[in-house]
Antibody
Framework: QVQLQESGPGLVKPSETLSLTCNVSGDSISSYYCNWIRQPPGKGLEWIGYIYYSGSTNYNPSLKSRVIISVDTSKKQFSLRLTSVTAADTAVYYC????????????WGQGTTVAVSS | QSVLAQPPSVSGAPGQRVTISCTGSSSDIGAGYDVHWYQRLPGTAPKLLIYNNNNRPSGVPDRFSGSKSGASASLAISGLQAEDEADYYCQSYDSSLNGHVVFGGGTRLTVL
């Protein structure tokens, strides 16, 4: 069973870049769609995007200009970079994987809280 | 504002049956995309509860069931238990956005 763990700074300054990593254990990262999702305080879930183990990506159009998701299969981890952050990017960030994009997100990390503040 | 519409809250007494609706449009659920449901217990990450409209992952009790019709879907919980108190989210895909994932705004279930 795949297990996921997010890591990264809990506080980022406005206009800087948010960087998070999701470490995968229990299975190879190959053949998985690796997603990032976030939940701002008091709001619903927002899908950020995914990277397939092969390197192909798909991003939420509302964030596409600021997002890069990358994967390192040898380290069994995938990463999120979100540039030019503002207070609106304050959220709990989750990584989640699925072997089949259209079958739902079946494994989630516990989530990590990121606050954007000076 | 979420793409898929869910009621903000529902409630029911232990043992009762409740349903949570998820309303989309012709560009998402109505376009033929399947609907998945997630349960988020307080302080925990979302958990896949129902996939592909009406399928339960291993370990999910059969008290939980899903259905889809047209551009809408529903999650039903029968024999309500105190531990079912959680937030529930529906999820589908948007054909106008290259098949991107879209979520509902979430429904808070309160067990009275």
């Amino acid at each position: 069973q795949v297990q996921l763990q997010e890591s990264g700074p809990g506080l980022v300054k406005p206009s800087e870049t948010l960087s998070l990593t999701c470490n995968v254990s229990g299975d190879s990262i190959s053949s998985y769609y690796c997603n990032w999702i976030r939940q701002p305080p008091g709001k619903g879930l927002e899908w950020i995007g995914y990277i397939y183990y092969s390197g192909s990506t798909n991003y939420n159009p509302s964030l596409k200009s600021r997002v890069i998701i990358s994967v390192d299969t040898s380290k069994k981890q995938f990463s999120l970079r979100l540039t030019s952050v503002t207070a609106a990017d304050t959220a709990v960030y989750y990584c989640a994987t699925t072997p089949n994009y259209y079958y739902g997100l079946d494994v989630w990390g516990q989530g990590t809280t990121v606050a954007v503040s000076s | 504002q979420s793409v898929l519409a869910q009621p903000p809250s529902v409630s029911g007494a232990p043992g009762q049956r409740v349903t949570i609706s998820c309303t989309g449009s012709s560009s998402d659920i109505g376009a033929g995309y399947d609907v998945h449901w997630y349960q988020r217990l307080p302080g925990t990450a979302p958990k896949l509860l129902i996939y592909n409209n009406n399928n339960r992952p291993s370990g999910v009790p059969d008290r939980f069931s899903g259905s889809k019709s047209g551009a809408s879907a529903s999650l039903a919980i029968s024999g309500l238990q105190a531990e079912d108190e959680a937030d529930y989210y529906c999820q589908s895909y948007d054909s106008s956005l290259n098949g991107h994932v879209v979520f509902g705004g979430g429904t808070r279930l309160t067990v009275l």
